[in-house]
């Protein structure tokens, strides 16, 4: 596969508007692990290698284990995610897939257990964040595997300051 053409070079203002909900939702009500967890699921429903990648790399350096991210995409068979991790999986699913769905009744019921409107919210908007981020890296063949946490790439500093 090669890229089509670098968005981010052609497009800063709006990689910066992108980034800009990147920080919102750093900062938002909902935990970063779950934001991972529906960035990973939303991608791949959506068949974004790049973000696959990325997601699943943070998802390990975050903790999550191998069970939990091999099991995602059949995570209503399996035990391995809570009640609230359910409800966010399905709204998620939900949202992705807008034009089949149209974000039924039941699922929204369902979040509106789990999460406060200001959570729902929140969660909503991390959805729409991973859906643009699935559409920009699709549509221009970003290559995935060149992706490196930015918590690994930390912590490898911090241990080469130690060794030296």
């Given at each position: 596969?090669?890229?089509?053409?670098?968005?981010?070079?052609?497009?800063?203002?709006a990689?910066?508007?992108?980034?800009?909900?990147v920080?919102?939702?750093?900062?938002s009500t909902?935990?970063?692990?779950?934001?991972h967890?529906?960035d990973l699921?939303?991608?791949?429903?959506?068949?974004?290698?790049?973000?696959?990648?990325?997601?699943?790399?943070?998802?390990k350096?975050?903790?999550?284990?191998?069970?939990r991210?091999?099991s995602?995409?059949?995570?209503?068979e399996?035990?391995?995610?809570?009640?609230?991790?359910?409800?966010?999986?399905a709204?998620?699913?939900?949202?992705?897939?807008v034009?089949?769905?149209?974000?039924?009744?039941?699922?929204?019921?369902?979040?509106?257990?789990?999460?406060?409107?200001?959570?729902?919210?929140?969660?909503?908007?991390?959805?729409?964040t991973?859906?643009?981020?699935?559409?920009?890296?699709?549509s221009?063949?970003?290559?995935?595997?060149?992706?490196?946490?930015?918590?690994?790439?930390?912590?490898?500093a911090?241990e080469?300051?130690?060794?030296?």
């Open positions: 596969m090669k890229e089509r053409l670098n968005y981010a070079n052609l497009a800063p203002g990689l910066k508007a992108m980034y800009g909900l920080t919102y939702l750093n900062h909902i935990e970063k692990k779950l934001l967890l529906i699921r939303v991608s791949q429903i959506n068949g974004c290698a790049y973000c696959l990648d990325m997601h699943w790399k943070d998802l350096v975050d903790g999550e284990t191998d069970q991210l091999y995602l995409d059949a995570w209503r399996t035990p391995f995610y809570t009640d609230r991790e359910r409800a966010a999986l709204w998620a699913e939900a949202v992705t897939l034009s089949e769905t149209h974000v039924p009744d039941d699922v929204f019921e369902e979040a509106r257990k789990h999460f406060s409107e200001q959570e729902l919210v929140d969660l909503t908007m991390g959805v729409v991973i859906n643009s981020w699935n559409r920009l890296s699709i221009f063949r970003v290559i995935p595997g060149t992706y490196q946490s930015p918590k690994l790439q930390q912590k490898a911090e080469a300051k130690i060794s030296a």
